[in-house]
C-alpha cells in the first residue's frame, strides 16, 4: 500500500524528489505538487494524503498559519519539513511516530532524493548523525534564553551584566523597548509529535526578527514559551524625540510584518530606562493580553492605544437595545431590524468598553431570550463545540456573527415550519424547497405566481427577514450539509445538485455561510459519526 504525498518546495528540489520517485521503487506514491503552504492543506484534505512534505519559506509566518490551517482542518498527516541552509545543506526534521521503521522510510526517502546535490542533517536530539552539534547548539540557546527569562523576571544591574558577559547578551547596559508577539493563545496541542518541526521554524523565524533588530541598534529575540515570542529592543543612539520616534515606527512596521501571522497579537511596552524596569513592561503584557478579544483589528497594542479607543458605557443605551433586540425576538424575528441591531450592540456598544462582563451579560442575556422564546428548535441550531476551534482565540466579531448566523438559522427553521401568515411567501417557500436545485430567480418565481418582481420582493423580506435569492443560497447550502453528511459523493456532484453549476463558487458560498469548507465539513461529520 503506498503512502500519498503532497510536497511543496522551490522547482528544483520538488523535480529531483519526483524524479527519484517515478525512477525508484518505494512505499510512497507523489499524489500532488502544491503551490502553497494552503494548497498542501486543501489537496491532502481532498486525496486523503497521509505525508505533506514541505520546503520552509520566509516569511515564516505564512509556516505559521499553516500550522493554525492544519489544525483547524480535522487531518493529522505526517509532517516532513526542511529547511536549504547552503548551497548544498539542508536540515530537517519530522512528525514523531510510534512506528520507527515507517519514519526511517519516510526519512530515507526524502534524503536519497536529494542525495546527488545535498546533504541532509536529521534535526533531532538523539540522532547518531550530528548529534553533539545539535545537542550542544541547543544546550547554549537554553542557557541563553533562560538568563533573558530570568531579566524579564526581574534582575538588578549586577545580575543583568554577570549575564550579559556570561552568554554575550546583544543588550545595552540602559534603555529599551519590549515587543511581544503571542502566536497563538494555547500551547500546541500536537507539541510532542511536532515538538522539533515546531523548534525548526521558530529558529527561523528568531532570525527574521534579529535581521529587523541587526539594522537599527540590536537587541534580543527568545521564546517565552512555545507561543509566546519576545523581543527587547535597545534604545535608539538618537538625539532628538523626532528621531527617535521615526525610528521606533520604522522597526515596529517592520516587526509587525514579520510577524503577521493570522493569529498573532502583538504588544509593545512604553520606553524603559533601566534594565530593572523590564519586570515592570512584561507585567504591562499579561495586563494588555486581556484587551486581545475586543482588538483583534489592531496591529499593536499599547496602553497608550486601549486608553485612546477604550469608553465609558452608556448602560442607559445597553438596555435600551437589549430591550429593542429582546422585543423583535419574541414578535417579530423576521424584522430587518434585528441584525443591525445585534451589530449595533456588540461592535458599537459592547466592543469600544472593552469590558468582558458587559459582553458576557449582554450575550447570556439575548441567547436565554431565544431559548426561552422558541426553546428546543432554538437549542437545535446552536453551534457544536469543537474542541480544535475552542483551543484557538476568537474576537468579539467572531462571538457577534455566530451569534447572527444561529438567529439566521432559526429563521429558516422557522420559515420551515411554516409559521408564516402570508400565503403568498407560503407558496414561494413551496416553490424554492421543490426547485431549488434548478436555476431559478425573482422573475420566474414572480411569474409562476403572477405577481410582480417588486411587489414579492417586499412580501417575502419584509416576512422572512431576507431577500430571495440569499433564502435560495441558504436552503441551496443546507440541503448541501444533508448530502455531504449522508453520501460519499464527490463535491461537483453535490454542488450540481443542489442547484450551483460552479464547484469553486459552491465552495466560497459555503464557507462563508458555515465557516467551513465542504471538504472540512464532510470529514468533520465523517469523525462525529465514526465516533
Known amino acids: 500500500m503506498f503512502s500519498k504525498i503532497v510536497l511543496y518546495a522551490e522547482d528544483k528540489i520538488a523535480n529531483m524528489i ?32 497521509q505525508v505533506i512534505i514541505l520546503q520552509l519559506k520566509h516569511p515564516v509566518y505564512k509556516i505559521h498559519n499553516f500550522f493554525y490551517d492544519l489544525a483547524m482542518s480535522n487531518i493529522y498527516p505526517m509532517i516532513l519539513i526542511f529547511n536549504v541552509i547552503s548551497e548544498n545543506q539542508i536540515i530537517y526534521s519530522i512528525t514523531s511516530h510510534k512506528d520507527i521503521t515507517y519514519i526511517n522510510k519516510i526519512k530515507s526517502f526524502f534524503t536519497q532524493s536529494l542525495s546527488k546535490k545535498y546533504t541532509c542533517h536529521f534535526n533531532y536530539i538523539g540522532e547518531e548523525k550530528d548529534s553533539n552539534l545539535i545537542m550542544d547548539f541547543r544546550i547554549s540557546k537554553l542557557e541563553k534564553t533562560e538568563y533573558l527569562k530570568d531579566i524579564l523576571r526581574g534582575v538588578i544591574k549586577s545580575e543583568f551584566l554577570y549575564y550579559k558577559k556570561k552568554v554575550n547578551l546583544n543588550l545595552n547596559d540602559y534603555g529599551y523597548y519590549v515587543y511581544i508577539c503571542n502566536l497563538m493563545e494555547i500551547e500546541y496541542s500536537d507539541h510532542y509529535l511536532n515538538k522539533n518541526i515546531y523548534y525548526l521554524t521558530g529558529e527561523e523565524f528568531i532570525k527574521e526578527c534579529e535581521t529587523v533588530l541587526d539594522e537599527y541598534s540590536g537587541g534580543e529575540v527568545f521564546y517565552i514559551d512555545p507561543d509566546i515570542l519576545c523581543i527587547i529592543i535597545n534604545d535608539f543612539n538618537c538625539r532628538s524625540i523626532a528621531s527617535k520616534q521615526n525610528k521606533l515606527f520604522e522597526i515596529t512596521n517592520k516587526l509587525n510584518n514579520v510577524t503577521k501571522s493570522k493569529t498573532a497579537f502583538r504588544y509593545m511596552s512604553s520606553y524603559i530606562k533601566d534594565i530593572e524596569n523590564i ?226 463558487h459552491f465552495s466560497k458560498t459555503f464557507k462563508k455561510i458555515t465557516g467551513l469548507t465542504p471538504m472540512q465539513y464532510k470529514k468533520q461529520n465523517e469523525k462525529a459519526k465514526y465516533i
Not at 524524479?19 to 494552503?38: L, P, V
Not at 449595533?344 to 431565544?370: E, R
Request: glycine share 0%; aromatic share 14%.
Open 279 to 504: 519586570r515592570d513592561a512584561y507585567e504591562s503584557f499579561h495586563c494588555l493580553k486581556a484587551y486581545n478579544f475586543f482588538c483583534s483589528d489592531a496591529k499593536l497594542l499599547t496602553q497608550k492605544y486601549i486608553n485612546s479607543i477604550k469608553k465609558e458605557i452608556d448602560y442607559t443605551l445597553v438596555d435600551n437595545t437589549l430591550k429593542q433586540i429582546k422585543e423583535l425576538i419574541n414578535y417579530d424575528i423576521f424584522n430587518i431590524k434585528l441584525n443591525k441591531l445585534i451589530y449595533k450592540l456588540f461592535l458599537d456598544i459592547v466592543k469600544p468598553s472593552l469590558d468582558y462582563n458587559l459582553y458576557y451579560y449582554c450575550h447570556t442575556s439575548l441567547s436565554s431570550a431565544l431559548a426561552d422564546r422558541y426553546s428546543n428548535l432554538y437549542k437545535k441550531i446552536l453551534p457544536e463545540s469543537s474542541l480544535s476551534k475552542k483551543v484557538f482565540f476568537i474576537s468579539i466579531e467572531d462571538k457577534c456573527s455566530e451569534f447572527i448566523d444561529s438567529v439566521n438559522q432559526l429563521k429558516s427553521e422557522l420559515s420551515n415550519k411554516y409559521m408564516i401568515k402570508n400565503s403568498i411567501v407560503i407558496q414561494v417557500l413551496n416553490f424554492i424547497h421543490i426547485h431549488y436545485m434548478e436555476n431559478i430567480t425573482v422573475n420566474l418565481i414572480a411569474s409562476s405566481l403572477n405577481i410582480s418582481n417588486s411587489y414579492l420582493s417586499q412580501i417575502f423580506k419584509k416576512e422572512i427577514g431576507t431577500s430571495i435569492i440569499k433564502y435560495i443560497i441558504n436552503y441551496r447550502v443546507e440541503k448541501a450539509k444533508e448530502l455531504l453528511s449522508s453520501s460519499d459523493e464527490l463535491i461537483y456532484n453535490i454542488a450540481e445538485k443542489v442547484g450551483f453549476c460552479d464547484e469553486k
Open 18 to 49: 519526483c524524479n527519484f520517485y517515478r525512477t525508484t521503487k518505494s512505499d510512497f506514491y507523489i499524489s500532488y505538487i502544491a503551490n502553497s503552504y494552503k494548497n498542501s492543506i486543501e489537496k491532502a484534505i481532498e486525496l486523503n494524503a
